[in-house]
């Protein structure tokens, strides 16, 4: 089991930055990547980015040169650099868990911004 708690969501003006972090607890040795997903009302959960163990990543082409993924494995924590942001980057942002090819799913954080 992986527990993911998010936390760094809230309300921005266009052209702002956030930072939100991931914590997981529980079996993260099984952990094999990690990643943002994002919902907005009346759309589709869509991938934001992933990091691997690795640390490889990848992005959605609509965030690509203004977020960055990254990941601190001793804290067993991810973060979302978000910047330049967006009035279409509001969402609830849902950090996720890939483990033995089960998705674990953190509760989700707002982020909203303002034209």
């Known amino acids: 089991q992986v527990r993911l708690v998010e936390s760094g969501g809230g309300l921005v003006q266009a052209g702002g930055s956030l930072r939100l972090s991931c914590a997981a607890s529980?079996?993260?040795?099984?952990?094999?990547?990690m990643g943002w997903y994002r919902q907005a009302p009346g759309k589709q959960r869509e991938l934001v980015a992933v990091?691997?163990?690795?640390?490889?990543?990848n992005y959605a082409d609509s965030v690509k040169g203004r977020f960055t993924i990254s990941r601190d494995n001793a804290k067993n924590t991810v973060y979302l650099q978000m910047n330049s942001l967006k009035p279409e980057d509001t969402a609830v942002y849902y950090c996720?868990?890939?483990?033995?090819?089960?998705?674990?799913w953190g509760q989700g954080t707002q982020v909203t911004v303002s034209s």
């Open positions: 529980g079996s993260t040795f099984s952990i094999n990547a």
């Open positions: 996720n868990a890939l483990s033995w090819g089960y998705n674990y």
């Open positions: 990091i691997t163990t690795g640390s490889s990543t």
